[in-house]
């Protein structure tokens, strides 16, 4: 596989369960970022981890825990979550010290009951 | 800090006519400038990029954007629109270093017969 993937594509959860998001960048990168797009909103990113240590958390709830075993791959965990927090969530990955370039994967779409 | 401004929220054009989405930044230095193009429930994809050089650059599927420090802009073109160039697109600011892509609201083409 090349690029970055993102499982599952389609996720819908009541406000009571638990899940994941996973990502997976096979381009050798060393960042890995969390965004979030809500209809008619702008890109929000929530969370960065450079060489595997959170750099950025953009004042987001905790009901969202993000978790970066290693530099290719990503995990945002999810729990007691609110219909608004139901959007499309983009991984992404870059390279440090490049040009700050983005790559990313195909989002999935989530839907809170 | 770094800041886009993506003046229109929606063009409409007619498939052939020509096309120009404007961008605007704030950055102290040269900046890199970016345009991604998003098609629905999709992720970003990069169109093209400018970091120096010719301030013209070529990207894919047709489009070009050109570089004017003056005018502190970065508005992206196609002589041609296709009808499956409708999506919406972003304009992107970044900086050497760890610094996080600075992203504009989107302009969201739509593309009529």
């Known amino acids: 596989e090349t690029g970055v993937t993102q499982t599952p594509r389609h996720l819908v959860m009541g406000m009571t369960n638990k899940k994941s998001l996973k990502c997976e960048q096979h381009l050798g990168h060393n960042a890995m970022y969390w965004y979030k797009q809500s209809a008619k909103k702008p890109l929000e990113l929530m969370f960065v981890y450079s060489l595997e240590e959170r750099v950025e958390n953009n004042s987001v709830p905790s009901r969202f825990s993000p978790e970066c075993p290693n530099s290719s791959h990503l995990f945002l965990h999810l729990h007691t979550l609110q219909p608004e927090d139901s959007a499309l969530y983009l991984c992404?990955?870059?390279?440090?010290?490049?040009?700050?370039?983005?790559?990313f994967g195909e989002g999935s779409r989530l839907t809170v009951l | 800090a770094q800041s886009v401004t993506q003046p229109d929220i929606h063009i409409t054009v007619s498939e052939g006519a020509s096309l120009e989405l404007r961008c605007n930044y704030s950055?102290?230095?040269?900046?890199?400038l970016f345009w991604y193009v998003q098609s629905p429930g999709q992720g970003l994809q990069l169109l093209l990029k400018y970091f120096s050089g010719d301030t013209l650059v070529q990207g894919i599927k047709g489009f070009e954007a050109e570089f004017k420090r003056s005018q502190s802009s970065f508005n992206l073109r196609k002589p041609s629109v296709h009808w499956s160039d409708a999506a919406e697109y972003f304009c992107a600011v970044g900086a050497a270093g760890n610094t996080p892509l600075v992203f504009g609201k989107g302009t969201r083409l739509s593309v009529i017969a």
């Open positions: 950055y102290g230095a040269t900046p890199y």
């Open positions: 992404a990955s870059s390279q440090v010290g490049d040009s700050g370039e983005l790559f």
